[in-house]
C-alpha cells in the first residue's frame, strides 16, 4: 500500500480542538467549533447592544402637528403628490422655522354699475335687479338637470343604435370584430354587467342583496335598480 496516495489529513484549527475533518471539507474549523463561535459572537452582540442603550425615537407627528397653521384657502390652494412630498405650498412651514406671515383677505373690488336710461327700463325695474338676475340664472344653471338628461339621452341613443349595429354584424361570424368589441369595450361590458348583476339580486327573493362598498359591484354603486314590475 503506497502511503504517498493517502489524503492529508485536516485538523480543526482551534489550538484545543484536535478534531479531524472531512477530507471534502471546505471550513477550516469543525461543526462544534463553528457553533461555539456563534454561540460566542451572539452574546458579544447582546452585550454591545446592553451597554448602549437604544435611544428613544421621537413619536411620529401628523403633518398638522409638525407645521405653522395655515389659513382656511390652503386645501383649496394645496398640490397634492402621491410620493414625497404629499402636500406641496408655501404656507407648509415646519414648526422650528419662523411662521408664514399672516394671509390676509382680500376684499372684492367693486365694480361701478353703468348708467340705465329711463326709457330702457321696464315698469317694476330697479337699477340693481339685472347684475342680481344673473347671478341667480348662473347659480340655477349649475343645477340645471336638463344637461344631465341631454348627456344621458346623447349615450342611451347611442348605445342603443350600437347595440343593433353589434345585432347585425351576427350574420356574418367575424370573430375579429368579437375580439375587438370583447378587448376595447371591456370596461363598459364589466360595468353592463356589475349593474346588471346588482339590479338581479335587489330584485331577488332568493339571493342576499348587494351591500354598499361591495368589492364585486363597486363601480354599480350609483346604478338604481329598475323594480321586477317594470
Keep these: 500500500m503506497d502511503l504517498d496516495l493517502l489524503p492529508e489529513l485536516q485538523i480543526c484549527s482551534k489550538s484545543k480542538c484536535k478534531n479531524v475533518l472531512p477530507h471534502d471539507s471546505t471550513w477550516k474549523t469543525c461543526d462544534r467549533c463553528r457553533e461555539y463561535d456563534k454561540i460566542n459572537a451572539a452574546a458579544r452582540r447582546k452585550r454591545k447592544r446592553e451597554a448602549q ?104 341613443k347611442n348605445i342603443r343604435d350600437f347595440c343593433d349595429g353589434l345585432e347585425y354584424q351576427i350574420q356574418f361570424n367575424d370573430y375579429r370584430m368579437l375580439t375587438v368589441l370583447e378587448r376595447n369595450g371591456s370596461s363598459f361590458l364589466r360595468l353592463a354587467d356589475n349593474c346588471l348583476s346588482r339590479e338581479r339580486r335587489e330584485n331577488s327573493s332568493r339571493s342576499r342583496s348587494p351591500t354598499t362598498w361591495e368589492k364585486g359591484t363597486a363601480s354599480a354603486m350609483f346604478y338604481r335598480a329598475r323594480s321586477s314590475s317594470q
Design 53 to 156: 442603550p437604544e435611544e428613544p425615537r421621537p413619536a411620529p407627528k401628523h403633518l398638522v402637528q409638525s407645521v405653522h397653521p395655515v389659513a382656511p384657502t390652503f386645501f383649496l390652494e394645496v398640490q397634492r403628490n402621491r410620493t414625497i412630498p404629499f402636500w406641496i405650498h408655501p404656507l407648509l412651514v415646519p414648526l422650528d422655522s419662523c411662521p408664514p406671515p399672516p394671509a390676509t383677505a382680500v376684499m372684492p373690488v367693486p365694480v361701478p354699475l353703468e348708467p340705465v336710461n329711463e326709457g330702457e327700463m321696464e315698469s317694476g325695474d330697479e337699477v340693481g335687479d339685472g347684475v342680481e338676475d344673473d347671478l341667480v340664472d348662473t347659480f340655477c344653471q349649475q343645477l340645471d338637470t336638463r344637461t344631465f338628461q341631454e348627456r344621458m339621452l346623447t349615450h342611451v
